[in-house]
Nanobody, 122 residues
């Protein structure tokens, strides 16, 4: 069983918005720092955003700061990524991750989701 399940991906025009969700199926997300990564075609996996267990600390990649918002609802066991002002270069598979470190997700988190495709194109 996949520990984290992402949803909300799809195709959108430049300037549009999407909200991704990540639900813990075998993971209690309240025990973890959570984050989002993405991988574009032909490129390596890239950090997008992270949020600590209680949401007190949030970090964004410079490429998405001011456009994306990460949040969490520990009661619903869910983490979100609100993506606004989307650009073609945001096209990628987006992965959710859970890390037991208290300072945000690292490059080697404890758990990964299977990913959800986001395509930004006119």
């Amino acid at each position: 069983q996949v520990p984290l399940v992402e949803s909300g991906g799809g195709a959108v025009q430049p300037g549009g918005s999407l909200r991704l969700s990540c639900v813990g199926s075998t993971v209690d997300v309240s025990d973890y720092s959570m984050g989002w990564f993405r991988q574009a075609p032909g490129k390596g996996r890239e950090f997008v955003a992270t949020i600590t267990r209680r949401g007190h600390d949030i970090i964004y990649a410079p490429s998405v700061k001011g456009r994306f918002i990460i949040s969490r609802d520990n009661v619903k066991n869910t983490v979100y990524l609100q993506m606004n002002a989307l650009r073609p270069e945001d096209t990628a598979i987006y992965y959710c991750a859970a890390d037991s470190a208290g300072v945000g997700v690292s490059d080697s988190p404890d758990y990964w989701g299977q990913g959800t495709q986001v395509t930004v194109s006119s």
